[in-house]
């Protein structure tokens, strides 16, 4: 399954309907939790969300609105019985608040800290990039390897069907028949997610070629200059 759920939209300040910030993203079995906000664990019960689904956390950055639903979260996944590794990614300079927040969870969780200093690569076909912020921001993007499609045409023509099918993919040539002759690339999709930031150089390398951008835009464009004060 591959699913976004907004948990919450409403950046600094929550309305009536609209929480905190709050994203979940699953993606192969796999939940990547970015930016929980307060109130974070109650916006997962309304949305029908398992704690147990969570096996990544991704905080942009260090204020509130993106991190002070850690706590919670995390504890809720101790009462769950979580047994799974859960990796926690933060900018370093936010490594005190992150081991605050961290310290006021129930423990028993197997809570793995990354903290990341610069662009790249922080876990397997995850990586990050420099927002412009008032503190130190990063945004992520999630890309799926490239693979390959199969074409019927091709596979009927060179006799390969049922179980081969799949010998063939995990194997690469089957009985004379190349995967590449069978099929065509298919680029693996992109996920980026862009929080709190002025226009710059680290979102719209994130955004490039995005099959799903989520960017928080707290400003329109009316409000321009207040938005660069």
């Known amino acids: 399954m591959r699913e976004l759920v907004d948990l919450g939209t409403a950046s600094q300040v929550p ?3 609209r929480n905190h910030n709050g994203y979940l993203l699953r993606w192969d079995g796999a ?7 307060e109130g974070t664990q109650r916006q997962m019960t309304h949305a029908g969300v398992s704690a147990a689904q969570v096996t990544r956390i991704c905080l942009t950055h260090v204020h509130g609105d993106h991190c002070y639903g850690l706590p919670g979260v995390l504890s809720r996944m101790v009462l769950d019985g979580v047994e799974h590794p859960v990796d926690l990614h933060y900018p370093a300079s936010g490594e005190e608040v992150v081991r605050a927040l961290v310290s006021l969870a129930t423990p028993g969780l197997d809570l793995r800290l990354h903290p990341h200093g610069g662009p790249g690569a922080v876990a397997a076909d995850l990586e990050v990039r420099p927002l412009h912020h008032r503190v130190e921001t990063y945004g992520y993007r999630l890309t799926e390897p490239d693979g390959r499609t199969m074409v019927p045409e091709r596979l009927a023509a060179a006799g390969i069907a049922g179980p081969d099918v799949g010998r063939l993919q995990r194997e690469g040539r089957l009985r004379g ?15 980026a997610v862009v929080m709190d930031t002025a226009p710059c150089p680290g979102a719209e390398e994130l955004a490039e070629r995005a099959d799903l951008l989520l960017a928080e835009s707290t400003f329109a464009d009316d409000d321009a200059a207040l938005a660069a004060r």
């Open 15 to 17: 309305t009536r309907t």
């Open 31 to 37: 939940g990547l939790l970015f930016d929980p906000g």
């Open 177 to 191: 028949v190349d995967l590449e002759d069978v099929s065509v690339p298919r680029p693996g999709r992109r996920v």
